[in-house]
């Protein structure tokens, strides 16, 4: 699938081809994988249109460049990117532009898909896909597979869980 990821300007950079290899790297990653980020990078630009940010743009690249049966996998992927971004700071143009902390602050808003800032572009871009319907159905079936696959776990355990997670979704997106 050739989606449009133009929003980005890092997607073809050193940086972008490493986080891709990373996001590719493990088989098991049905959902968490480039094309998630690549579909992030889509509604950015025609979801919502959003100006572009290398912050943002970093973020998106990085929420879930860890994604395994690991605790903190947030914390561990704005980890990462503070050490790839730090060893190839050098190699993207714009560089001087990145504040750390809002980019780690972005990816830790994927924790709980809230947070307290005024800024919830990353919690939009990340469900975004779980607001349509049609993209609902693929992608849960790719997150069943996924979970399956990472923790070892029953196919009716794994549809427990979503269900929570989707009764929890609501909640958050309705919460007004």
């Not at 996001?23 to 025609?46: E, T």
């Not at 690991?70 to 060893?87: C, L, N, T, V, Y």
């Not at 919690?123 to 779980?130: E, F, K, P, R, S």
Request: include cysteine.
């Amino acid at each position: 699938m050739t989606l449009d990821t133009s929003w980005s300007r890092l997607i073809d950079t050193p940086l972008g081809l490493v986080a891709r290899a990373i996001h590719n790297a493990d088989p098991q990653r049905k959902y968490h994988n480039w094309l998630h980020i690549q579909r992030l990078y889509w509604h950015a630009k025609h979801t919502f249109g959003y100006a572009y940010d290398v912050n943002l743009d970093l973020a998106i690249m990085f929420h879930d460049v860890v994604y395994d049966c690991m605790p903190h996998k947030e914390q561990r992927s704005a980890d990462m990117f503070f050490e790839i971004f730090g060893a190839m700071r050098g190699l993207i143009g714009g560089s001087e532009d990145v504040n750390h902390n809002t980019v780690i602050a972005m990816i830790l808003d994927t924790v709980e898909h809230k947070n307290d800032r005024d800024d919830e572009r990353m919690i939009c871009l990340d469900l975004a896909d779980l607001t349509d319907p049609v993209q609902t159905v693929i992608n849960h079936g790719l997150i069943i597979e996924e979970l399956m696959a990472l923790y070892g776990i029953a196919k009716s355990e794994c549809a427990t869980n979503s269900a929570k997670f989707m009764t929890d979704f609501y909640a958050i997106t309705h919460h007004n």
